[in-house]
């Protein structure tokens, strides 16, 4: 079945990168896309960007110079990178397939931005 | 980017209530518009796609209508398992989530 699980430091210091991996199955990143979308706690909910079946990328205009997405199509692995972490980007980052109904998101990784 | 005006914030309704939810896009976004529920600690899932299609193995006292820029997701008879928050997404360009609606009881 169709399964999305990210992984990664529940903890980065200020001003540091935040690197993020969402493993995929069930499906491959040639045929649906991924996109990192985050939630800090008790807010709602922002799309970061996407990596299209093609491999090229798309970003929010707000995120886009701290913003990176890649992936490895042979491990089914999609990568975040951001940089220049401030306090205010703690929160839940999850990927997930936001495609009309193939729509699956993993359980989100919690990543407090702290000294 | 298209903006995502979603209301109202807060909604308290009572059981077998109708409830309506709106969310108004900046631009026309054609009927790429879903509908999400988040319950605590949870990830979203998804009720409604396309603006008006229901989701497998969703309720059918959901459903969705509009197209353009103005939607609604509507709970036909409000039930206790459906205190939750509620969150459209546009796909027509990139990805624009709307601001939530939490529900609670009445």
């Known amino acids: 079945q169709v399964q999305l699980k990210e992984s990664g430091p529940g903890l980065v210091q200020p001003s540091q990168t935040l690197s993020l991996t969402c493993t995929v199955s069930g499906f491959s990143l040639t045929s649906y896309h991924v996109s990192w979308v985050r939630q800090p706690p008790g807010k709602g909910l922002e799309w970061m960007g996407v990596i299209w079946t093609g491999g090229s990328t798309a970003y929010n205009s707000l995120l886009k110079s701290r913003l990176s997405i890649s992936r490895d199509i042979s491990k089914s692995q999609v990568f975040l990178k951001m940089n220049s972490l401030q306090t205010e980007d703690t929160a839940t980052y999850y990927c997930?397939?936001?495609?009309?109904?193939?729509?699956?998101w993993g359980q989100g990784v919690m990543v407090t931005v702290s000294s | 980017d298209i903006q995502m005006t979603q209301s109202p914030s807060f909604l308290s309704a009572s059981v077998g209530d109708r409830v309506t939810i709106n969310c108004k896009a900046s631009?026309?976004?054609?009927?790429?518009l879903n509908w999400y529920q988040q319950k605590l600690g949870e990830a979203p899932k998804l009720l409604i796609y396309n603006a008006n299609s229901l989701q497998t193995g969703i309720p059918s006292r959901f459903s969705g209508s509009g197209s353009g820029t103005d939607f609604t997701l509507t709970i036909s008879s409000l039930q206790p398992e459906d205190v939750a928050t509620y969150f459209c997404l546009q796909h027509n360009s990139w990805r624009t989530f709307g601001g939530g609606t939490k529900l609670e009881l009445k």
């Open positions: 631009q026309n976004i054609n009927r790429y």
């Open positions: 997930a397939s936001l495609s009309s109904s193939f729509d699956y």
